[in-house]
Each structure stands twice: as structure tokens, then as C-alpha cells.
């Protein structure tokens, strides 16, 4: 069965959906608000943190999906670089590096104005290319870090399709 199947009220909650999403992928979660969820999301590399939050005057439902990195301080322009071009074949969504959280953000916004209702497999596929991207480009990311390899260089490691449970 579809997951857009077991909806069938008009004017369902963006994070009702998620979490009923989170429930059917057996996902750890925590409903933190009315508009906010926050999951964990088992990868093949590593668990990664995922919070959507609805804003209401925005119409955006936005969702960050986090992974601690901690690199040394001499290679944080070279992870500054090797994002940039990760970001240019991100076709939605984009990631950053919070310095002072010491966490690697990808992040996302699905804008529903108008009134538009976001269909669960919409909200699936977002998670699902949050962390597909996260897997692919992780590898990348840990090459520059720690393995002193070149942005460029490490960039052609990033899988073509990563695999795991998302």
C-alpha cells in the first residue's frame, strides 16, 4: 500500500506525516512539537540526525539532517572547497559545515504555499535524498578531513548511488 493511501483528510499536518512516515520505516523519533519532529536514521556509514520543522507563516516544511564532523583546524578550507563542489551536484537540498556545533548540515525546504499539502511520498523522498546524499558524499568529506587528499581528488570517490536504509 502507498503511504498516500492511508491519508485521506485534506488538511493533514506536514509533521503528522512525517511521523506516521517515521512509524511505517520503524525510525527512531521524537515528536518535540505540534511542528516539530526529530528522527534518527541508521545510514551505511554512520546514524544521522534528522529534525523537520513546519512553519506555518512560511508554508516551508524544513528539514535539516546532521552528522557530527570534526575536522582539524588546518582542514577546514579544504572541507569549505570540497562542499562547494559537492553543493554544484546536489540537485536539491545543500550542505554546510556549523563550526561551532561541529556538525555537517544537509539541508532542505519544501515550500507548500498556497495552501498545497505535501503527499507523503514527497516527504519520503526528501528524507530518502538526504540521506542518499549523505551517504554518497561522506566518504569525500572523511578523504579531505583526515586523509589529507585534495577536494578534487577525494570528490571522485562519492559513489554514484549509495545504498543502506533510509
Known sequence: ?????????EDIHPIDIVEHIAEHHSWEFDR??????????????RT????????????????ICTFEM??????????YETLNAVNDQCWAGAFSFWAAQ???????????SGGQVASPEQIDTMI???VLS???YYPALQL???????????????????????
Open 102 to 112: 561541529q556538525l555537517m548540515v544537509y539541508r532542505y525546504g519544501l515550500v507548500l
Open 32 to 45: 518535540l512539537g505540534d511542528d516539530q519532529i526529530a528522527m534518527a536514521v541508521e545510514g551505511q556509514w
Open 1 to 9: 500500500m502507498a503511504l498516500s493511501e492511508q491519508f485521506v483528510e
Open 128 to 130: 530518502s535524498a538526504a
Open 48 to 63: 544521522y540526525s534528522i529534525t523537520l520543522a513546519w512553519s506555518g507563516f512560511d508554508e516551508t516544511l524544513r528539514m
Open 134 to 136: 549523505s551517504e554518497r
Open 144 to 166: 579531505v578531513v583526515w586523509g589529507n587528499q585534495r577536494p578534487e581528488q577525494a570528490i571522485e570517490v562519492a559513489i554514484a548511488e549509495a545504498y543502506g536504509r533510509a
Open 70 to 79: 570534526e575536522p582539524p583546524e588546518d582542514r577546514v578550507l579544504a572541507l
